[in-house]
């Protein structure tokens, strides 16, 4: 069975553009969650989707947005690049959200913004 | 709100030697814990979880850790360290019933091994 899949794995821009991301949940599993790890802080969560809907976001601005299709993919939007959104974007999914079913990681991409 | 503190952000252990990876949390009520690893250039794993059962909780790869009310610990042990345990360790919190979206993450302790 395929786990959860990222890509690219590598990506760099430049100040002010635009980055996207992509992920492959699980077979039937159909939230997909985004999360940014920037070196030292640990994971903050940045969204969660689950059944093509955007459920919950975390404290990030609005110019990180993201939407999930019918097949449950989903992709992350990063508009007007800064030099502090350089981390490392990972995807996780889960059969469903409401009740801490166990989380799948992807291993994740790798944006750098020069 | 909740929160993990890690205590270490490099733990160094020789091959064979007791690994002890620190958390303590904070939490308003009767917290969900979890250890995840990450390996290079992979994501992150579950290595174990604690959801108000048993205290001392069970994981893979020979890891365990035990639920501390008292000390408001979730500390990771592992008797005997190997080189493939070199990695990244997060512990993590939340409430039972919350879903994934609020699982708070600590910053993470870098595992190194030492032959």
């Known amino acids: 069975e395929a786990g959860v899949t990222q890509s690219p794995t590598h990506l760099i821009k430049t100040r002010g553009q635009q980055a996207t991301l992509r992920c492959s949940p699980i077979?039937?599993?159909?939230?997909v969650y985004w999360y940014q790890q920037a070196l030292g802080l640990g994971l903050q969560f940045l969204l969660w989707?689950?059944?093509?809907?955007?459920?919950n976001r975390g404290n990030f601005p609005p110019r990180f947005s993201g939407r999930q299709f019918p097949n449950y993919s989903s992709e992350l939007n990063v508009n007007a690049l800064e030099l502090e959104d350089s981390a490392l974007y990972l995807c996780?999914?889960?059969?469903?959200?409401?009740?801490?079913?166990?989380?799948?990681f992807g291993s994740g991409t790798q944006l750098s913004v020069l | 709100a909740q929160s993990v503190t890690q205590l270490g952000s490099h733990v160094s252990v020789s091959e064979g030697a007791l690994v002890l990876l620190r958390c303590n949390y904070s939490?308003?009520?009767?917290?969900?814990l979890f250890w995840y690893v990450q390996y290079p250039n992979q994501g992150l794993q579950l290595l174990l979880k604690?959801?108000?059962?048993?205290?001392l909780v069970k994981g893979i790869n020979g890891f365990e850790a035990e639920f501390k009310k008292s000390e408001t610990s979730f500390h990771l042990t592992k008797p005997s360290a190997h080189m493939s345990d070199a990695a990244e360790y997060f512990c993590?919190?939340?409430?039972?019933?919350?879903?994934?979206?609020?699982?708070?993450f600590g910053t993470g302790t870098r595992l190194t091994i030492i032959p």
């Open positions: 996780a999914s889960s059969t469903g959200g409401y009740l801490n079913e166990k989380l799948f």
């Open positions: 077979s039937g599993h159909t939230s």
């Open positions: 989707y689950d059944e093509g809907e955007e459920r």
């Open positions: 939490s308003s009520v009767p917290p969900y």
């Open positions: 604690y959801t108000s059962a048993a205290t």
């Open positions: 993590a919190v939340t409430r039972g019933d919350f879903g994934n979206e609020k699982l708070t």
